[in-house]
């Protein structure tokens, strides 16, 4: 297979950017698409070529396949690399891609349909004999074959689109009344993502962690895994925050898992770049949930823990080159983690936040990443996913990963617009968290306890986290009538978060 030359970037945003970043380093040249609310966008000005894809939303721009196969035939890209969202887990987009003699960077559609489409994979684990959980074995296609699976296997159940992943799709119903109403809009916001409106459902099980394992596979029978990421942070069955390795996870419990993972990825002879993901109790018993025949968002964690850069991987990898490390070579160093920085305002229910960027300020210093798709002058807009950039920190213990996040956090500054900064800097601060001790549950419990988890075992450091709650409390309502905003609150109030931790602590240890 000869090698790549010139890739098609069919995404938008920080993730094109990152592929874009990819190809200059290995002297591929890079084209990037966009449509006409992306004109200006910070891919678009670093990629060698970009082309007009068509009007602002999604399924007239970046889900056309069509459009796609046709500016890569103008540019003369020899292969494309989908991203994550869009059309990154449509086995129909990547046969076509293939038909018209370019080279497609990720897994075959055969591997694509058996394991990216989530019944079908369902279907290949439990004849495989893997733990999985309760649910529908084929789509639901009316609310009456809906509410008979939910009677069958009990309230709650969870709503989840076949195709695509990141949370889209997914609604949780406890009652007839939800269920009825969440098919109706799972299947839509399903559509509208990923051009393929099949939903079905899954037994909502509580109190669990959510835990992958990323693989990596050539094309010559090589497959490994490199460690798990916890993902166990969620708002809206959308990561917020991502880590690893998972304080969950002894070396006895990766082995079985990344066993699981790589007999998964062999049965569906798979190659590129996936991730195997699971539930897992109390009891460290885990169940596999589905597999994502993507790049994940959270991929720069497992980069930042094992050295491997995942997009030159998969370049390598769809040049039909082996892996450059055997699953021996595979060692986890240190502790990463990572913040989705998300255009959404945290003190008024994260509704979205758009308008211009005016000004920003991005964190740096030792360990320090930022994937980011944001700049001075950039809108973000009502079509695309709120996330807005990433904020990765490499640290020798995740106790020194939580601080340097922590001051990473600070640093931050976004104008002109809101963001979750201020609610991922009280997770930093939040004692349940530094403790490890968390479930998909987690950000749920602490927004309805107004940011604090207290425990009885916590030695009477419940007053200190109640002072530091009541007083951000009272910040949150100062920073409602600022006149600015500065990483999603005023700039005072950014400040005075950690400043009202830190005056609590001190008030603790003079009693």
Sequence with gaps: M?????????????????????????????????????????????????????PPPASESYLKIGALLETARRAGADAVHPGYGFLAENADFAQAV????????????????????KLTARRTAEEAGLPIVP??????????AALEVANRIGYPVLIKASAGGGGKGMRIARSRHELEAGIRSARSEAQSSF??????????????????????????????????????IQRRYQKLIEESPSVAVDADLRARMGAVAVAAARAASYTSAGTVEFLVDRFKNFYFLEVNTRLQVEHPVTEMVTGVDLVLEQFRVASGRPLRMQQSDVRLRGHAMECRIAAENPFNNFVPSLGEITAVSEPSGPGVRVDSSIYRGGRVSIYYDPMIAKLIVWAPSRAHAILRMR?????????????????HLRVMQSLDFQRGRMDTNFVERFLKDGGRIAHQDDDGLEDVSAMAS???????????????????GSEADVQDVGWAWRTAGRRAGLR
């Design 135 to 144: 649910g529908s074995d084929v789509a639901v296609d009316d609310t009456e």
């Design 407 to 423: 001051r990473a956090l600070e640093e931050y500054r976004v104008v002109g617009i809101q963001t979750n900064i201020p609610f």
């Design 470 to 488: 009541a007083l951000v409390s009272d910040r949150k309502r100062l920073a409602g009538s600022a006149a600015h905003s500065v990483s999603g």
């Design 195 to 232: 051009a393929s409106g099949k939903v079905y459902l899954e037994k909502y099980l509580e109190a669990v962690r959510h835990v992958e394992i990323q693989i990596m596979a050539d094309t010559h029978g090589n497959i490994i895994y490199l460690g798990e990421r916890e993902c166990s």
């Design 2 to 54: 000869p090698k790549i030359k010139k890739v098609l970037i069919a995404n938008r945003g920080e993730i094109a950017l990152r592929v874009v970043r990819a190809c200059a380093e290995v002297g591929i040249q890079s084209v990037a698409v966009f449509s006409e609310a992306d004109r200006t966008s910070l891919h678009v000005r670093a990629a060698d070529e970009a082309y007009l894809i068509g």
């Design 98 to 117: 293939l038909d018209d003699g370019l080279t497609w960077i990720g897994p075959s559609p055969a591997a694509m349909r058996m394991l990216g489409d």
